[in-house]
């Protein structure tokens, strides 16, 4: 292995940046020796932040951009356009092998149209989907895809499902991962068209664990470990996370706030409530990997924090050690044969 795992990180995407991008990549270089950041970007904007901070030199590199891809521009044309972006040049470095692993909470659009374009699919792979990890009651589950195809074919669904339990099982460390595909029932003969016409074919694949159908519901107790889906679905269930763990989390603070008897149990069971409200804070698992690249793309919210930006990284080093790509390709690659 490399002395360092090197990760490109576009310091100007997102709500936050180039503040919470930097502060993240700092915390993540500070707690693992292993890894080094590229940050991408307006160098007088990073180098001003980076001076807050005490870190090891040799593992922060600052690349000047002089251009910011925003969130309303056409992603093909700004990739097309703006050559000395934070995202084009971060991707580039990727694509050049000078890092393993790109993140960014930037534009999606440009952050999946110069993955496709610029670090380029794994051979066999029809289409690279974002594949967050989501918490259940048993861990985790990877939702596949989220926000990348949303008029996705059956074979691609397929090929989802074999790059999620490759995932699970080399990242995440699940042996033969469950896979599920989402539906309105339990029943084979229930779903649309797409749903119909895929459950066969998973149905038949000896490459996954393959459970059936699994509703909405049961998504959160962990009936799955692997939740495929194409992207309308996926990213409308993700957001549906988000805002309800937001509200439950504010309810459950407001209710343990209500009286005098109610704050002095909350003083009592708060660092164990603490950790339960943790595992459902979707900042812990970092960003979504976009697998299928010859290259690692990890995309994380907009809105993301120092906290979500340091995870996406230090998922980066596991992602990266464990050869992923190499293992998605060998299992796409046996498909064909």
């Known amino acids: 292995m490399a002395e360092f795992i090197n990760v490109a990180v576009d310091a100007m995407g997102g709500d936050h940046a180039p503040a919470e991008i930097v502060k993240g990549s700092i915390e993540a270089v500070n707690e693992n020796s292993h890894v080094k950041v590229f940050l991408v970007g307006k160098e007088d904007a990073v180098r001003r932040e980076l001076s807050k901070y005490t870190y090891g030199k040799e593992q922060v590199e600052v690349v000047n951009a002089s251009e910011i891809i925003e969130m309303s521009e056409p ?136 459970i059936g159908s699994i509703e909405a519901r049961d998504i959160p107790a962990g009936y799955a470990d692997v939740v495929v889906c194409e992207a309308f679905v996926g990213n409308v269930i993700l957001k549906l996370y988000e805002g309800v763990g937001g509200v439950l989390i504010k309810k459950v603070k407001e209710g343990m706030m209500a009286s005098l008897r109610s704050k002095i149990g909350a003083f009592l069971v708060k660092p164990a409530l603490k950790n339960t409200l943790k595992a459902f804070d979707l900042e812990q698992y970092g960003g979504a990997p976009m697998l299928g690249l010859k290259g690692l793309v990890v995309k994380t919210h907009g809105s993301s924090k120092a906290v979500e930006i340091k995870n996406s990284i230090l998922q980066c080093i596991t992602f990266t050690e464990q050869n992923i790509n190499q293992k998605i390709k060998e299992k796409i690659t046996m498909e064909e044969e």
Do not use: W
């Not at 496709?116 to 990890?133: H, S, T, W, Y």
């Open 75 to 210: 992603p093909v044309m700004a990739i097309r356009r703006k050559k000395d972006s934070s995202i084009v040049k971060a991707l580039l470095l990727v694509k050049d092998g000078i890092c393993d692993a790109y993140v960014s909470a930037g534009s999606t659009g440009a952050t999946l149209v110069g993955g496709q374009v610029i670090v380029g699919r794994v051979k066999g792979v029809e289409r690279p989907p974002l594949a967050p990890l989501i918490p259940t009651e048993k861990g985790c589950a990877l939702l596949i895809d989220c926000g990348a195809n949303v008029d996705a074919r059956p074979s691609q669904l397929v090929q989802f499902a074999k790059m999620g339990s490759v995932y699970m099982e080399s990242v995440m460390g699940v042996k033969n991962p469950k896979v599920g595909i989402v539906n309105i029932g339990a029943e084979e003969e229930k779903g649309n068209a797409l749903v119909k016409e895929t459950f066969p074919l998973l149905k038949n694949c000896p490459d996954i664990h393959f």
